[in-house]
């Protein structure tokens, strides 16, 4: 089993839906964890982080299932801007960022 | 603020080349740097991270070198490119992973 899997995607969905993106971790001891957005060709750029308790900036929102070592980004009212591919990023500790490990990503295409 | 520089942007070299990309950081010291290469379609893969001048490990065995030589700097290095060395590669600082622009690389 990979250490970070995602929905292997492409997801091609119309401006206004919703979207949901799954990641799977097989770490238990994983500590933190975020979801990244890539634009094509630039650099990953932090989205939100994801908390316990779950979180929701704006239109995303963010869950955590320990049990079920899962994680989910939900994004409402999708915009084109929102196209990108979303990383699933998972860390083992909370100091130490040489175990980080990113998922493949799941692409997104957001159609008007 | 913290900002990280990477350079060049593009670079198409020939097989059998060496290799020099640099990154630089601003604003923080002593932080933890990371070199990261990612193959078309696929996932983020460690290259190598230093947690201090001249403190290098290297995740995986390949063609490439990394080297420290000030606290805020961090180069990637090949003495001799391969095909299979093609890719975008990233440079980011252990903020929670702040990355740089990053090099897209083709060797031809």
């Known amino acids: 089993r990979k250490e970070v899997e995602q929905d292997p995607g492409p997801f091609n969905v119309p401006e206004g839906a919703t979207v949901a993106f799954n990641c799977t971790y097989s770490?238990?001891?994983?500590?933190?964890f975020f979801w990244y957005r890539q634009d094509c060709r630039k650099e990953p750029k932090l989205l939100m982080s994801v908390y316990s308790s779950g979180n929701e900036d704006g239109r995303f929102t963010a869950q955590l299932n320990r049990a079920s070592q899962y994680i989910s980004l939900l994004i409402r009212d999708s915009k084109l801007s929102d196209s990108a591919t979303y990383l699933c990023v998972v860390s083992p500790a909370g100091t130490s960022y040489d175990k980080v490990i990113f998922g493949p990503g799941t692409s997104l295409s957001v159609i008007p | 603020s913290q900002t990280i520089h990477q350079w060049p942007a593009t670079l198409v070299q020939p097989v059998g080349s060496p290799l020099s990309l640099e990154c630089t950081v601003e604003g923080t010291s002593n932080p933890n740097l990371y070199w990261y290469r990612q193959a078309a379609g696929r996932g983020l893969q460690l290259l190598f991270y230093s947690v201090g001048i001249g403190q290098i490990s290297s995740e995986v065995p390949q063609n490439l070198s990394a080297s420290r030589p000030q606290d805020r700097q961090f180069i990637l290095s090949s003495k001799k490119l391969l095909l299979s060395d093609s890719g975008f590669y990233l440079c980011?600082?252990?903020?929670?992973?702040?990355f740089g622009s990053g090099t897209r690389l083709t060797v031809v």
């Open positions: 980011a600082w252990g903020d929670g992973y702040t």
């Open positions: 770490n238990s001891a994983s500590q933190s």
